[in-house]
Nanobody, 120 residues
Framework: HVQLVESGGGSVQPGGSLRLSCTAS????????VGWFRQAPGKSREGIAC???????GYASSVGGRFTVSRDNIRNTLYLQMDGLRPEDTGMYYC???????????????WGQGTQVTVS
């Protein structure tokens, strides 16, 4: 049984930073994409960052240069460092694993429950 648990969300002022974590249990997959998505109220889920199977990374243009995705394979944890936060970054943030594409939600198999980020 695969379980992904996100943490690190919260409320910050514009320009602030947050670091999200996503720890996986029961997941031993490799060679897949892992990623972060977000969803604002009334909007569709948006892919914002991923780590590709060979280790290179991809970012949505809306977060490039401000957000950094990384992983700790020993701790089986995925991170998202978010700097220079803006009000438009507000939303529920989800991690995903077992993907076959970078920023496409439908191409991921496993999802966390989400952690709320509010910038105001």
């Amino acid at each position: 049984h695969v379980q992904l648990v996100e943490s690190g969300g919260g409320s910050v002022q514009p320009g602030g930073s947050l670091r999200l974590s996503c720890t996986a249990s029961g997941y031993t997959g490799s060679g897949n994409y892992v990623g972060w998505f977000r969803q604002a109220p009334g909007k569709s889920r948006e892919g914002i960052a991923c780590i590709k199977p060979r280790g290179n990374k991809g970012y949505a243009s809306s977060v490039g240069g401000r957000f950094t995705v990384s992983r700790d394979n020993i701790r089986n944890t995925l991170y998202l460092q978010m700097d220079g936060l803006r009000p438009e970054d507000t939303g529920m943030y989800y991690c995903a694993r077992g993907g076959s594409g970078c920023l496409v939600a439908s191409q991921y198999h496993y999802w966390g429950q989400g952690t709320q980020v509010t910038v105001s």
